[in-house]
């Protein structure tokens, strides 16, 4: 085989072999992040929280006092929430909220930010 051969040929596996490296960098980048909701992962915002406390937050909906949050109307929840980072059809879960930033908020919760997604 020729010196001139043998260099074409590496050429050739070394730009096959980039190639490769490069679809499936493509391929991993592309992948769907159905499966998680942004901010899942951060602490779960406490109900004690001074400023979760001052807005009424708490894990369960229907656990809000009503006399003293009025604005609430059974059915409003976190994942209806516009500020809630989940899916608008997550059902449960948690999920990070841009009123409580570090946090992440039940989906099934509320506080008296509440802003009904559109
Ligand atoms: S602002 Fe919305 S998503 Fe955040 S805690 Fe209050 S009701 Fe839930």
């Known amino acids: 085989m020729s010196e001139s051969k043998n260099r074409t040929d590496q050429s050739?596996?070394?730009?096959?072999?980039?190639?490769?490296?490069?679809?499936?960098?493509?391929?991993?980048?592309?992948?769907?992040?159905?499966?998680?909701?942004?901010?899942?992962?951060l602490p779960h915002l406490s109900e004690s929280d001074p400023l979760a406390k001052s807005l009424g937050y708490v894990m369960n909906a229907s656990k809000v006092d009503r006399k003293k949050f009025p604005t609430y109307k059974p059915g409003d929840r976190c994942s209806t929430c516009r500020f809630f980072l989940g899916t608008p059809d997550q059902k449960s879960g948690y999920a990070g909220c841009q009123i409580y930033a570090g946090y992440s908020v039940d989906a099934n919760g509320w506080c008296a930010s509440f802003n009904a997604r559109s």
């Open 12 to 41: 050739r596996r070394a730009f096959l072999a980039t190639a490769a490296v490069a679809a499936s960098v493509a391929v991993v980048g592309l992948r769907p992040r159905t499966a998680s909701a942004a901010g899942e992962n």
